[in-house]
């Protein structure tokens, strides 16, 4: 586990006038974020980030920004994901990445705005947009999981009545 370059920020309200006043000097932004684990399965997790804070509810959990995971298994096959923002909680290694969230395995690409990923459970668990691609096919759906382990998938929509949207050669 390591964490870098602890800073302190002050938050400033501006006035009609154009002055500045402090609101809060209390906020730490903590830089070049890097944490690794390895879980009993011998599948190693990175997770890193461009800048993050503590959550002020539970010191557990990193508010993270400009957010990449790396999940490689014994095997050396790799998970990429990507996002926007992610809460990290650095106790049971979970994570819920959400804004413009990108993962990437094999040929698979997966598009959405939310991934939870429960690490010591092989398991992702994507929602909201989802636009799932390889190369015979391209679906949308509304939920989608895969086990991180055997790379078995099943995909939902929330409405029972609507269809997941596939196009290609299937």
């Not at 095997?75 to 413009?100: C, D, H, L, M, P």
């Not at 759906?141 to 939902?156: F, N, P, Q, T, W």
């Amino acid at each position: 586990m390591k964490i870098l370059k602890i800073l302190k920020l002050l938050n400033y309200q501006k006035k009609k006038d154009g002055a500045a006043s402090i609101i809060d000097d209390q906020q730490n932004i903590i830089t070049e974020i890097n944490y690794t684990s390895t879980n009993v399965l011998g599948s190693n997790y990175e997770i890193t980030a461009a800048y993050g804070t503590i959550d002020p509810k539970n010191s557990s959990i990193i508010l993270m920004k400009n957010v990449k995971a790396i999940i490689t298994d014994v095997k050396q096959n790799q998970i990429v994901i990507t996002s926007i923002s992610a809460k990290y909680n650095y106790g049971n290694r979970e994570t819920n990445f959400t804004g413009n969230v990108f993962l990437a395995f094999a040929d698979n690409t997966i598009k959405s705005e939310n991934l939870d990923l429960l690490f010591e459970k092989n398991l992702l668990y994507i929602s909201n947009e989802i636009v799932y691609k390889n190369s015979n096919i391209m679906l949308e759906a509304d939920k989608l999981e895969l086990e991180m382990l055997s790379k078995d998938i099943k995909i939902y929509m929330h409405d029972k009545n609507q269809k997941i949207q596939i196009s290609g050669a299937y």
